[in-house]
Every structure is written in structure tokens, then in C-alpha cells.
């Protein structure tokens, strides 16, 4: 297709898949300059929308394809909406009605006639197209193997000038009433009826009195208007890093918040734990007489960051294989740079672990019956949240570094099971041989398991049975220390920092996305 456009273009991506809205103007809001007010941006993508006839499906999720959501169809129009937002003067489309029946190609076609009729240049590869299809289009490009064209010019209304352009040359055979003209263009110019006519159709076409004028006309709009310049663009994005990061965090609250299914199973699991580990444990956060009422207490505290910690981490990978793959189809369109929504990716996880945490940590606390007073209990949150945070980030670093979730999951595990190991309950760290100790300082989860138990226990004076006291039980037994915590909680942090910027960094330098 074709029209009267400007100067200015933008390249066509392919459909994605992945939980966003038709009414995420993220696209409008990164790719339109910066003058451009919010209510300009809303009435263009309610006019985009329109131009699309994408209103009665306004606020649908866009889902999975073949799952649920958005047909194929209407996944094809919404990835035009996508780019029209950008506001080009060209749009390219790689095959747009493949893989779908008559019915959606002709929706799909009668909107891409509407983009055409705004004013806009489109430039279609179509593959076997019906001849509604095929005379839709105003122009043809057809080029034979090798990339040598045929035939560059209009088709005419019921594909009137092609078939003249044909049927002049000699030998070629006439078109019968009804047939399809892609279909007999294809036909009369494949190589075995050059071969059969002794003709070259790319010669023929080189020698006609179209090709003298396409070149003519190539020559004239190549030719610049005075006192114009060349095209230059200052940065690589429209819009600053801080508008990018804040739309994109815009963007993923959106898809978190309508992502039920993920934060259901989250919560569920969590609070069916706290119930489950509370009845297991309960009242023993109380009891330091004994030996072995200290050890269970301390086992409620190991089982709590086990469980918790890695359920987040395996949880969290196929959300962000979904979102990613939405991210490789939005940064190739140039939205945002790969920071941006790392960034968001991110921070949007803080909120709903905060939650988490802070659920989990009231129901254990009362139902164990740890010491009630404000450090002990503060420190309990700090140091689950902070473990829950970067289990979580270190799901979506696994997702970062390998090709899909299914693989993500397998590299995650291989850990669990030496992390589970040399945490320092299983085999208390002094007990670890020397050459092996290294591994337990370099355990995410033997840190919080010291935090958490020194937080609880490494202060306290009472005697036990053995006539040892809690706090000398714990550093000879284990090495706690309780004046180390503050070290203990900084390590924490660092953690947290660390598997954040893995995560970002990897999601910026690999692309596993697949044409």
C-alpha cells in the first residue's frame, strides 16, 4: 500500500505475546517528544484505537498465544496500534495476514487500509494472498529469486495494470475470468516459463518504459530541498532515563496488579507455611531450658528461610520470562533502554515481598511465640524480607542468563541443594572442613539463617541443662556472635544490590528472543 507521506519513519515488529493492556499508552508515552502534552497522548490513542477497531476489547489482557487473551488477529492490529502510537509516516510489515483465516485477514487488511488512509505509507510482504488481499494493496513490488525485480508499479484498480503489463509481453499466456491475478502473475513468470518463453523478466523489465519512469522519479525525491539537512537524532531514546524507568514501573504495577494468578499462589503459599511451620513449632520460641527445644526453635527459623526463599525464586522466573519477551519486542522498538526496565522489574517485587514478609512474619512470630520486643522483631522482618528479596532477584537473574523459564528453573535448583547443605544448620560452620568453608560464607541463606538466630537467641544468658548459656552454646557450636549482626545485615543489602545488577546486566547483553 501507499500514500502521500513524511519524512520521518519507523520499522514494523513482530506480534509478541505477553500481560499488558490495549490501554497501555507506553508507547505513546516514550516515543512521542517530550512537547507533546498527556492529554494529546490520550486523545491519540484513543484515535489509534479507533483506527484499529480495537475499543470492544479495550481493557483485555493480552494473555498467551493459543492460552488465552487476544486472538491472533487481534494481536496483529494491537501490534499496528503499537507502532501507530509512535506516530510514523512508514510502517513495515513482515506478512501480516499469515496464520490466519479469510475472515481475520480481511479485518486485519481493512486496517491496514485505515493506516493508509491517514495518510501513511505501509510496505507489506504477503505471501499466497487472496485477490481481495492482493488488490487491496495500491502498488507491487515483485522481485524473482535472487532479489531481482520483475515488476515495480501499480496495480490498478481489479489489477488492471499488472495484467496489461504482463499480457503486452509476448508469449505471456491471458488471464481467465475470475482467477486469481497474484496467483497467474506468480504462474506466468516463474523460471520455467522463462525458460520455455527464452525471455529474461527482469531484462524486460529493465528495457520498459515503467522502469525509465521509476528511476526518473527516484532521482527527483532523492534530491534534497534546499536548506535542508540531514536527519539527526541527539540520543537514542525520546524520552530521559528517568521518564523511561518511571513508565516502565508504571507499566509493570499495572501487569502485577492483574497478574492474580501470581500473587494468589504467593500469598496462599505463604500464609499455608506460617500456619503449617506455627502449628509445627508452636511455643517453642520461649523455651531455652532445654537443648533440644533450642534446636527446634532454630529449626523453625532454618525450615522458614528455606521454604520461603526458594518458593519465591521459582515462583518469580516464568513472570519474567513472560515480561521479557514483551521487553525485546518494546526495546527493539525503541521505547526504553534495558535498565529502565530492569529497574522496573525490580522495584515493582518490593511492595509485594514487603507483604510477604510482613504476613508470614506475624503469624510465625505469635504462633512460635518468639521474644516480643521491638528490636528482636524488627530484626526477624529485616533479615526475611532482605532473603526473600534477593531469592527473588536471583530467580529473575536465572531467567536473565538462560534462554526460557524451564531452563531458568534447572540452573536455580542446582543450587538449592548446596546452598541447603552448607547453610550452617545441617553442618554447623566449625564443623565444615577448612577447604570447604569458603562455600558457606559465599551461601546467600547461611547469612540470613545467622541473622535470623543470632537476632533471636545470640544475647540471651539462660542456662541451659548442659550448664552452658544460649549465646555460648551458639558460638561454640555454630560461631554466632550476636555483636556481628550489624555486619551480618549489611552482607544482606549487598546481596540484594547483587543479584539486581546481575539481573540488569544480563537482561541488557543477551537477546534470546527468536524470529
Given at each position: 500500500?501507499?500514500?502521500?507521506?513524511?519524512?520521518?519513519?519507523?520499522?514494523?515488529?513482530?506480534?509478541?505475546?505477553?500481560?499488558?493492556?490495549?490501554?497501555?499508552?507506553?508507547?505513546a508515552w516514550l516515543r512521542l517528544?517530550?512537547?507533546?502534552?498527556?492529554?494529546?497522548?490520550?486523545?491519540?490513542?484513543?484515535?489509534?484505537?479507533?483506527?484499529?477497531?480495537?475499543?470492544?476489547?479495550?481493557?483485555?489482557?493480552?494473555?498467551?498465544?493459543?492460552?488465552?487473551?487476544?486472538?491472533?488477529?487481534?494481536?496483529?492490529?494491537?501490534?499496528?496500534?503499537?507502532?501507530?502510537?509512535?506516530?510514523?509516516?512508514?510502517?513495515?510489515?513482515?506478512?501480516?495476514?499469515?496464520?490466519?483465516?479469510?475472515?481475520?485477514?480481511?479485518?486485519?487488511?481493512?486496517?491496514?487500509?485505515?493506516?493508509?488512509?491517514?495518510?501513511?505509507?505501509?510496505?507489506?510482504?504477503?505471501?499466497?494472498?487472496?485477490?481481495?488481499?492482493?488488490?487491496?494493496?495500491?502498488?507491487?513490488?515483485?522481485?524473482?529469486?535472487?532479489?531481482?525485480?520483475?515488476?515495480?508499479?501499480?496495480?490498478?484498480?481489479?489489477?488492471?495494470?499488472?495484467?496489461?503489463?504482463?499480457?503486452?509481453?509476448?508469449?505471456?499466456?491471458?488471464?481467465?475470468?475470475?482467477?486469481?491475478?497474484?496467483?497467474?502473475?506468480?504462474?506466468?513468470?516463474?523460471?520455467?516459463?522463462?525458460?520455455?518463453?527464452?525471455?529474461?523478466?527482469?531484462?524486460?523489465?529493465?528495457?520498459?518504459?515503467?522502469?525509465?519512469?521509476?528511476?526518473?522519479?527516484?532521482?527527483?525525491?532523492?534530491?534534497?530541498?534546499?536548506?535542508?539537512?540531514?536527519?539527526?537524532?541527539?540520543?537514542?531514546?525520546?524520552?530521559?532515563?528517568?521518564?523511561?524507568?518511571?513508565?516502565?514501573?508504571?507499566?509493570?504495577?499495572?501487569?502485577?496488579?492483574?497478574?492474580?494468578?501470581?500473587?494468589?499462589?504467593?500469598?496462599?503459599?505463604?500464609?499455608?507455611?506460617?500456619?503449617?511451620?506455627?502449628s509445627i513449632f508452636w511455643d517453642?520460641?520461649?523455651?531455652?531450658?532445654?537443648?533440644?527445644?533450642?534446636?527446634?526453635?532454630?529449626?523453625?527459623?532454618?525450615?522458614?528461610?528455606?521454604?520461603?526463599?526458594?518458593?519465591?525464586?521459582?515462583?518469580?522466573?516464568?513472570?519474567?520470562?513472560?515480561?521479557?519477551?514483551?521487553?525485546?519486542?518494546?526495546?527493539?522498538?525503541?521505547?526504553?533502554?534495558?535498565?529502565?526496565?530492569?529497574?522496573?522489574?525490580?522495584?515493582?517485587?518490593?511492595?509485594?515481598?514487603?507483604?510477604?514478609?510482613?504476613?508470614?512474619?506475624?503469624?510465625?512470630?505469635?504462633?512460635?511465640?518468639?521474644?516480643?520486643?521491638?528490636?528482636?522483631?524488627?530484626?526477624?522482618?529485616?533479615?526475611?524480607?532482605?532473603?526473600?528479596?534477593?531469592?527473588?532477584?536471583?530467580?529473575?537473574?536465572?531467567?536473565?542468563?538462560?534462554?526460557?523459564?524451564?531452563?531458568?528453573?534447572?540452573?536455580?535448583?542446582?543450587?538449592?541443594?548446596?546452598?541447603?547443605?552448607?547453610?550452617?544448620?545441617?553442618?554447623?560452620?566449625?564443623?565444615?572442613?577448612?577447604?570447604?568453608?569458603?562455600?558457606?560464607?559465599?551461601?546467600?541463606?547461611?547469612?540470613?539463617?545467622?541473622?535470623?538466630?543470632?537476632?533471636?537467641?545470640?544475647?540471651?544468658?539462660?542456662v541451659l541443662t548442659t550448664g552452658?548459656?544460649?549465646?555460648?552454646?551458639?558460638?561454640?557450636?555454630?560461631?554466632?556472635?550476636?555483636?556481628?549482626?550489624?555486619?551480618?545485615?549489611?552482607?544482606?543489602?549487598?546481596?540484594?544490590?547483587?543479584?539486581?545488577?546481575?539481573?540488569?546486566?544480563?537482561?541488557?547483553?543477551?537477546?534470546?528472543?527468536?524470529?
Amino acid at each position: 500500500m501507499n500514500s502521500v507521506g513524511n519524512e520521518r519513519a519507523s520499522a514494523y515488529g513482530v506480534s509478541g505475546a505477553g500481560k499488558t493492556t490495549l490501554m497501555d499508552v507506553l508507547a505513546a508515552w516514550l516515543r512521542l517528544p517530550e512537547e507533546v502534552t498527556e492529554n494529546a497522548r490520550k486523545m491519540f490513542v484513543d484515535e489509534v484505537m479507533k483506527l484499529v477497531e480495537l475499543n470492544t476489547v479495550r481493557n483485555a489482557l493480552v494473555g498467551l498465544p493459543g492460552v488465552n487473551g487476544l486472538s491472533t488477529e487481534q494481536r496483529k492490529r494491537l501490534t499496528i496500534a503499537v507502532e501507530l502510537v509512535a506516530n510514523p509516516s512508514i510502517l513495515f510489515m513482515d506478512e501480516p495476514t499469515s496464520g490466519l483465516d479469510a475472515r481475520a485477514a480481511a479485518i486485519v487488511m481493512r486496517t491496514i487500509r485505515n493506516t493508509v488512509d491517514t495518510g501513511r505509507t505501509v510496505v507489506c510482504t504477503i505471501h499466497q494472498p487472496s485477490i481481495d488481499i492482493f488488490e487491496a494493496f495500491d502498488e507491487l513490488f515483485l522481485m524473482k529469486r535472487g532479489g531481482q525485480e520483475i515488476y515495480v508499479g501499480p496495480i490498478g484498480h481489479h489489477s488492471c495494470d499488472l495484467i496489461k503489463y504482463f499480457e503486452d509481453i509476448e508469449g505471456v499466456s491471458k488471464i481467465t475470468n475470475g482467477y486469481n491475478p497474484a496467483t497467474w502473475m506468480l504462474e506466468v513468470t516463474a523460471s520455467s516459463q522463462e525458460v520455455a518463453m527464452g525471455v529474461d523478466f527482469t531484462e524486460i523489465y529493465k528495457n520498459s518504459e515503467l522502469y525509465s519512469r521509476n528511476k526518473a522519479l527516484i532521482a527527483d525525491l532523492s534530491q534534497p530541498h534546499p536548506n535542508s539537512s540531514d536527519l539527526h537524532f541527539p540520543n537514542q531514546y525520546s524520552r530521559s532515563f528517568f521518564t523511561q524507568c518511571q513508565a516502565c514501573l508504571w507499566k509493570q504495577r499495572i501487569s502485577y496488579w492483574r497478574n492474580s494468578s501470581y500473587t494468589a499462589v504467593r500469598f496462599s503459599f505463604t500464609t499455608f507455611i506460617a500456619l503449617f511451620f506455627g502449628s509445627i513449632f508452636w511455643d517453642l520460641g520461649g523455651k531455652r531450658e532445654r537443648l533440644q527445644d533450642l534446636s527446634n526453635s532454630m529449626g523453625a527459623l532454618y525450615t522458614s528461610v528455606l521454604f520461603l526463599a526458594i518458593q519465591n525464586a521459582s515462583a518469580v522466573q516464568p513472570v519474567v520470562d513472560i515480561e521479557r519477551t514483551v521487553f525485546y519486542r518494546e526495546r527493539a522498538a525503541g521505547m526504553y533502554a534495558a535498565l529502565s526496565y530492569a529497574f522496573a522489574q525490580v522495584l515493582v517485587e518490593v511492595p509485594y515481598i514487603l507483604a510477604q514478609t510482613v504476613v508470614y512474619g506475624l503469624i510465625v512470630y505469635a504462633m512460635i511465640g518468639f521474644d516480643w520486643t521491638a528490636a528482636k522483631f524488627f530484626w526477624f522482618i529485616y533479615f526475611m524480607f532482605t532473603c526473600m528479596l534477593f531469592m527473588t532477584f536471583y530467580g529473575m537473574m536465572t531467567v536473565a542468563i538462560t534462554p526460557n523459564a524451564h531452563i531458568a528453573a534447572i540452573v536455580a535448583a542446582a543450587f538449592y541443594g548446596f546452598w541447603n547443605l552448607f547453610s550452617g544448620f545441617v553442618i554447623p560452620r566449625p564443623k565444615i572442613p577448612i577447604w570447604w568453608r569458603w562455600y558457606y560464607w559465599g551461601n546467600p541463606l547461611a547469612w540470613t539463617l545467622y541473622g535470623v538466630i543470632v537476632s533471636q537467641f545470640g544475647d540471651f544468658d539462660d542456662v541451659l541443662t548442659t550448664g552452658e548459656t544460649v549465646k555460648g552454646y551458639l558460638h561454640r557450636n555454630f560461631g554466632f556472635r550476636h555483636d556481628f549482626i550489624g555486619v551480618v545485615a549489611g552482607v544482606h543489602v549487598g546481596l540484594v544490590i547483587l543479584f539486581a545488577v546481575i539481573f540488569g546486566y544480563f537482561i541488557n547483553i543477551f537477546n534470546f528472543q527468536k524470529r
